[in-house]
């Protein structure tokens, strides 16, 4: 459960620093897993899968399909992740059942369990952003994303980078998702930004409406991270077609959740 400090922190800043969640031994195995998964030595049917752009600018990335799209490091994306055991075991930690618990409630969904990479000296700009919005096509807005550093983050390697407290300005935008160049000039100049510098297992809890954004890798190692998006399992899809989303913890929940 998030304390009674952090608590006022979520409330008032809209996000707050959870230190390391994971065991050593527990990071190592996700840092192998996920390697493993990129060059396709462990497969999932439908996982869905994003190369990063070419050129580092968000325009450029290509769209991803759910389907393995072969061996190589430079996956921007991969989503699906409660499939594997070692990140669905990690997502139920307990320390995120107390704060899904607190936050949302007994039954828990995620939206999606997502592996963002900055691939060694590659990435793309990722503009700034709220994950809230029509283009989500839920009934209702998470509000609680749980993103876990897998290497250092660092403004060299394109590390998070935070807006305090621009999650009281409620949707900027009617589909969600990028803002307009008039709202960053307005929103988020330089001087108020926070960069979530991380070490590897290191865990941020960001509210989904907080602007943030992320820059490319200018370093020659990696910059890996687990991004969960925990919502009311009660939070349906309402655009066409059918889509469930996984429960994590509660009634019908995967796994020990
Ligand atoms: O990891 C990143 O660079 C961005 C993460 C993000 O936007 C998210 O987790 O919602």
């Known amino acids: 459960m998030f304390t009674a400090a952090q608590l006022r922190q979520w409330d008032e800043q ?14 190592e195995a996700l840092q192998r897993r996920i ?11 439908g996982m869905f899968f994003q190369l990063d752009s070419e050129t580092g600018e968000y325009e450029d990335v290509p769209p991803g399909s759910n389907a393995w799209q072969g061996p190589t490091l430079a996956y921007r994306k991969i989503q699906d992740l409660e499939q594997d055991d070692l990140f669905l075991a990690y997502l139920q930690h307990p320390r995120f059942r107390g704060i899904t618990r607190q936050l949302i409630g007994p039954d ?3 939206f999606r369990a997502m592996f963002m990479n900055k691939p060694a ?4 700009h990722l503009p700034y952003h709220q994950d809230a919005g029509s283009q989500w096509q839920l009934s209702q807005d ?5 993103w876990t550093a897998l290497d250092p983050a660092t403004r060299a390697n394109g590390c998070v980078q935070v807006i305090p407290g621009s999650h009281k300005l409620g949707l900027l935008s009617e589909r969600g998702h990028t803002i307009t160049p008039e709202q960053e000039r307005r929103y988020c100049p330089e001087e108020k930004s926070v960069y979530l510098e991380a ?3 290191e865990v941020y809890a960001l509210h989904n409406l907080l602007l943030h954004r992320s820059g490319i890798n200018t370093t020659g190692t990696p910059r890996r991270a687990f991004s969960v998006c925990y919502m009311d399992a009660a ?7 059918e889509r469930r989303y996984p429960v994590v913890f509660g009634r019908g929940a995967l796994g020990n959740g």
């Not at 000296?121 to 793309?124: D, M």
């Not at 939070?235 to 077609?241: C, E, F, L, M, S």
């Open 108 to 110: 828990v969904a995620v």
């Open 235 to 241: 939070t349906r899809h309402v655009g066409p077609g």
């Open 14 to 27: 809209g996000y707050v620093a959870l230190g390391q969640v994971a065991t050593d031994a527990e990071l």
């Open 35 to 45: 390697d493993d998964i990129m060059l396709g030595k462990v497969r999932y049917p």
């Open 199 to 201: 070490r590897p297992g």
């Open 121 to 124: 000296e590659r990435g793309t």
């Open 142 to 146: 998470p509000i609680l994303t749980i």
